[in-house]
């Protein structure tokens, strides 16, 4: 099966799976009466809608090609990063270092995906950016909590920047018999990653009842996270015929993305709950902002993106 | 032009509109703010809803916005800008004449009391000419506006904005107080935009 077909085929799965949410949501809507019930019906609704949007822009990226799936991860990159700096308190002394991380760091990190240059994909921004982004914010000798500053600064690039780069990367991986079909692992991760998140909510709202973080995460149950995970590493197993592992081993990567997902979003979390916020930002209607969405990817995908380049490459 | 500028505008600092207690204004009024960066003038322009920004036009240095023929086309073809003359290279010229015409001829306007940019969360004191545009035009809304985080995004003194998410916060219309003195609506007018700071 080549890569086109493979892609038609995960598309059908894809859609299937929206098709039967929205009919879910649509049943729900005219089911559900009480007051909480509703809110939370009207909330399950506004995710769907905003998944079919995620779909449909990914999927055009997908058929476009990779510049299109590079520029629009640069962009969703942009946006996090925006959120992340908006929350954070910053001197006009970090003008200059947060200037360079919008308008150079971002698209050079994604330049150098574009050219395939790996070491320096994997260098840039943990070695010369955290060199340089504290020497930029030294120059207007503001001392002022310098150190603090300067870390979140760090930590902004890191997660919103490198993190989150890592999952386009996939496409610049050369894994023997499985030429030209990289951008199927992208949807893999994105996939088992999101499905994860939704699975964890649904199985949560349905079934759970020990909270796993009641102070990070009210919203997060031990039964949504085994239930919710299991359903992922299941569907990530059984689509192992799309990707370059055996079902054993695409068990594992499922698992493992499941496990980095789930910690990237408790992770996150605790850091919106230290900047004094719920939501990261308003864009996605029912998702709060773009970190809200990508907080399980940017842990998921460095994770993964490396384990597959040790083994496969 | 101006649609473009709008929508650099928005994916920089993103000008979020919220109404504290309030809706948007419909009639004619005057938007007094805060003034931090370059960007004040059209990130407030850009949050307000499309109808109302046609018949809105912000207040301009004339010194910084005439001066090279880019400006003045941002500002006069893109914005529909009033300039204002600070400098009173003719002093017995009432500086405020243009605005006045302006506000006659049904418009709304958008100006900075402070007068110039202040590199402070809050604003500084306000100058006298939003008290003599009220006094002239009585029947004119005057609405404070509240510019949040801009002063971050662009600091005095830097040429590039930080895309940050900044809101502009619109509150209720001031009260007319008949026979308030200058120094009181001065006063009472900043607390209005410092109250929406909160």
């Known amino acids: 099966m080549n890569a086109n077909t493979k892609f038609m085929y995960l598309m059908a799965v894809v859609m299937g799976i929206l098709v039967v949410a929205s009919i879910i949501g649509a049943i729900l809507h005219t089911r559900v009466k009480g007051e909480g019930g509703r809110a939370v019906v009207l909330n399950l609704n506004a995710r769907i809608r905003a998944w079919w949007g995620m779909i449909a822009i990914f999927a055009v990226a997908f058929w476009v090609g990779p510049i299109a799936t590079l520029v629009l991860f640069a962009i969703v990159s942009f946006f996090a990063l925006r959120e992340f700096v908006t929350l954070t308190p910053t001197r006009p002394g970090d003008h200059r270092a947060l200037a360079v991380a919008f308008f150079i760091m971002i698209p050079l990190q994604y330049y150098t995906i574009g050219i395939a240059y790996y070491s320096l994909f994997s260098l840039m921004i943990p070695v010369y950016g955290f060199l340089l982004l504290p020497s930029l914010s030294t120059l207007t000798q503001d001392t002022q909590h310098f150190l603090e500053r300067s870390a979140k600064i760090q930590w902004a690039v890191m997660i919103t920047i490198y993190c989150i780069s890592s999952a386009p990367a996939l496409l610049m991986l050369k894994i023997p018999d499985y030429e030209g079909q990289s951008a199927l692992l992208l949807f893999y991760l994105l996939l088992i990653v999101q499905l994860s998140d939704v699975m964890q909510y649904v199985v949560g709202k349905l079934f759970g009842k020990t909270k796993l973080a009641p102070v990070i995460s009210p919203s997060k149950t031990v039964e949504g996270l085994i239930g919710g995970g299991l359903i992922a590493v299941a569907v990530g197993t059984s689509l192992w015929w799309i990707t370059p592992f055996s079902p054993l081993a695409a068990a594992g990567m499922s698992a493992a993305i499941v496990a980095a997902g789930a910690l990237g979003g408790l992770v996150l979390s605790a850091v919106k709950r230290s900047l004094g916020a719920k939501d990261w930002g308003t864009m996605i209607e029912g998702h709060g902002g773009t970190l809200d969405r990508m907080d399980s990817v940017s842990f998921a995908a460095p994770v993964f993106f490396h384990l597959v380049r040790y083994f496969y490459t | ?198």
């Open chain 2, 1 to 198: 032009m101006a649609y473009l500028l709008m929508w650099v505008v928005r994916l920089l600092v993103g000008a979020v509109a919220r109404y504290v207690n309030t809706q948007p204004y419909q009639g004619q009024c005057i938007y007094f703010a805060n003034h931090t960066s370059h960007v004040d003038t059209l990130a407030l322009w850009s949050a307000l809803p499309s109808d109302l920004r046609r018949q809105t036009r912000p207040v301009a240095a004339a010194d910084y916005w005439g001066k090279t023929a880019l400006r003045r086309h941002i500002a006069l073809d893109g914005l529909n800008a009033v300039l204002i003359d600070r400098t009173r290279a003719t002093p017995d010229a009432d500086p405020l004449a243009p605005l006045k015409s302006a506000l006659a001829a049904g418009d709304s306007l958008i100006i900075f009391p402070e007068g110039t940019r202040t590199a402070q969360p809050l604003p500084s004191e306000f100058k006298s000419g939003l008290f003599r545009l009220a006094e002239a035009f009585p029947g004119v809304a005057l609405i404070p506006v509240y510019l949040d985080n801009l002063h971050r995004s662009m600091p005095k003194g830097s040429f590039v904005p930080v895309p940050l998410i900044c809101t502009v916060r619109f509150g209720a219309p001031l009260a007319r107080i008949d026979g308030e003195s200058k120094e009181d609506f001065l006063v009472r007018a900043r607390q209005a935009v410092v109250d929406l700071a909160a």
